[in-house]
């Protein structure tokens, strides 16, 4: 009985050597493909599940036997090449910046306009606050912005003479994104902190411009954040939202648990930070190399700070992307 079963074993090993040798050829070239095609990942798909099939059969005839640590090998190293994570191809970078970002943005559409409605009322607040009470500028000023604009001289154009531009710009990005991940991390707080972050700063906007307004240097300041405040201070909006939207999934979760409701939140807010940091970096370059040249005039000002703060608009809208994929007209 033993003499026939490996006989019938050998017999069935021989039938199928040339196939086995086709499908280690397929699985050695499905562990170094880089990029597959649909055809070639479907391929790769029924060579894993004949494998499988085959081990199954190997070890019942041939327990223990080198034909089965060949193919254990094998199909290792197949598991491994299915179950690896996909790479960014051209199509995911797409996917991420034409329609996760979007999606990520309108999630948090109405918080985002309810801390810029507290962001404007606040500055309100600030100017009303050092117009009645200038003492207090003390409270948001360094005594040498103080002097500066009791002497006529604004802080902000002599920014190019400390540092140069690209210098400058690196440090305006870094000095954005400590502000930015501060309203991020503090809005995960239920809220409280994005309405601490967002009140501060516009009280401290509304203020400067009050205090320089009241020393004749207030469209001065003005014409300095035409170009990149509209991003600016639309980016820390959408910080804070993101994470008020964190704060809210531990406060009220979708899920069963919150720890999972705060999981999934953070996985679909993530492409916005990202969105954030990219237009910081934007808004640095503006703020290095053309907002401290007072030679630029207050126009071409409006006009780089409002086409940047377009394209911001129609790219979180998801219009930017929709735009480039209609038909050219005939």
Known sequence: MSTSRESDAEIWVRAHADEWQALAADAAAAAHRNQASVDEALQTLRTYRSLLRHLATVRELMPGGVLVNVLE????????????PPRLTRASWRRLFCTDIPAAAASVRVLTLSLAALLVASALAGWWLISAFPRLISLIATPQMIAGVEHGHLWTYQMLSLAPPAMLSAGIVENNVVVVLGAFCFGILFGLGAFYIIAFNGLNIGGLL????????????????????????????????????????????????????????????????????????????IEGFISPRPAISIPVRLAIG???????????????????????AR
């Open 306 to 328: 409002l086409g940047y703060w377009t394209f911001m608009l129609l790219w979180l809208s998801g219009r930017l992307c929709s735009a480039q994929r209609m038909p050219a």
């Open 210 to 285: 009050a205090f320089t307004h009241r020393h004749g240097l207030g469209l001065e300041l003005l014409k300095f954040t035409l170009a990149h405040g509209f991003v600016e201070l639309s980016v820390i909006c959408l910080a804070a939202a993101a994470g008020t939207a964190l704060g809210e999934s531990v406060i009220r979760p979708q899920l069963a648990s919150r720890a999972e409701s705060l999981r999934r939140r953070s996985a679909e807010l993530a492409p916005l930070l990202l969105a954030c940091a990219l237009l910081l970096l934007g808004s640095g370059l």
């Open 73 to 84: 090998r094998t199909c290792g190293q197949l598991h491994t090449a299915v179950n690896r």
